[in-house]
């Protein structure tokens, strides 16, 4: 069974740039593509990005184009979430999701595995 664990959060200055990382556990985890949501206070949870399990797709939100960039690496089982020119209204929980198909993770439907989430502020 595959686990997430998010780490990387914190406080950051308009801006500024942070990296998220998603580590994963679990055999069968090379299977898995991975998402980043993001839930603000008092906001419905939105999609962030998407990497295919075999890193050839990578889809992200439009608010987030040319900003993120997320990455995986297949030795560590970790997928990153490169963050620069951070602003306020980026300020939320991030949450790493996995399952075996994309599309779930690109229309946030009945994905498999979630993490516990990191909180990301943006605030000067």
């Known amino acids: 069974q595959v686990q997430l664990v998010e780490s990387g959060g914190g406080l950051v200055l308009p801006g500024g740039s942070l990296t998220l990382s998603c580590a994963a556990s679990g055999r069968t985890f090379s299977s898995y593509s991975v998402g980043w949501f993001r839930q603000a206070p008092g906001k419905d949870r939105e999609f962030v990005g998407a990497i295919s399990w075999d890193r050839i797709s990578t889809e992200y939100a439009d608010p987030v184009k040319g900003r993120f960039t997320m990455s995986r690496d297949s030795i560590t089982n970790t997928v990153y979430l490169q963050m620069n020119s951070l602003q306020p209204e980026d300020t939320a929980v991030y949450l790493c999701?996995?399952?075996?198909?994309?599309?779930?993770?690109?229309?946030?439907?009945?994905?498999?595995?979630w993490g516990q989430g990191t909180l990301v502020t943006v605030s000067s």
């Open positions: 999701a996995a399952d075996q198909e994309l599309w779930r993770l690109l229309r946030d439907h009945d994905i498999e595995v």
